[in-house]
């Protein structure tokens, strides 16, 4: 498989706001996120879909990703929910999208028109990082 955006991001070709790393798993803010603190979970091996992952990534998957949405839990106390979508469609690298939410509209809205700030990133990184 050709590398993708999130290859380049864990190799740290390209600027991220990491949230946790480990042997298999590595967890990001998305820059566009559709509401704050919005993270995106990826294995380090590029598997395009749900359906390739072998069974010990796919389980280091969803710890990681069990980790990461208790963590926002803390960080937003206030949210009602913490959604969780496992998704492969843009770039073909199988990822899971972390965001707190109240209503349903919340998840399903447009990401910002204007991007957010490095510092606003790096904010809500250093919140959520382990």
Same mark, same amino acid.
């Given at each position: 498989?050709?590398?993708?955006?999130?290859?380049?991001?864990?190799?740290?070709?390209?600027?991220?706001?990491?949230?946790?790393?480990?042997?298999?798993?590595?967890?990001?803010?998305?820059?566009?996120?559709?509401?704050?603190?919005?993270?995106?979970?990826?294995?380090?091996?590029?598997?395009?879909?749900?359906?390739?992952?072998?069974? =010990? *990534?796919?389980? /280091?998957?969803?710890? #990681?990703?069990?980790?990461? +949405?208790?963590?926002?839990?803390? &960080?937003?106390?206030?949210?009602?929910?913490?959604v969780v979508q496992i998704e492969g469609l843009d770039i073909p690298h199988v990822h899971v999208k972390i965001l707190?939410?109240?209503?349903? =509209? *919340?998840?399903? /809205?447009?990401?910002? #028109?204007?991007?957010?700030? +490095?510092?606003?990133?790096?904010? &809500?990184?250093?919140?959520?990082?382990?």
């Amino acid at each position: 498989m050709a590398d993708s955006i999130f290859t380049k991001i864990i190799r740290g070709e390209i600027l991220s706001y990491k949230i946790y790393e480990d042997d298999k798993t590595f967890a990001f803010l998305d820059i566009h996120p559709v509401q704050p603190g919005m993270t995106l979970v990826v294995t380090k091996e590029p598997y395009e879909t749900f359906l390739d992952l072998p069974d =010990e *990534d796919r389980d /280091a998957l969803f710890v #990681t990703v069990q980790k990461v +949405a208790q963590k926002m839990h803390s &960080v937003f106390p206030a949210k009602k929910r913490i959604v969780v979508q496992i998704e492969g469609l843009d770039i073909p690298h199988v990822h899971v999208k972390i965001l707190p939410i109240d209503k349903g =509209e *919340d998840f399903r /809205a447009a990401p910002p #028109t204007q991007p957010v700030s +490095a510092d606003e990133l790096a904010e &809500v990184a250093a919140k959520l990082a382990f």
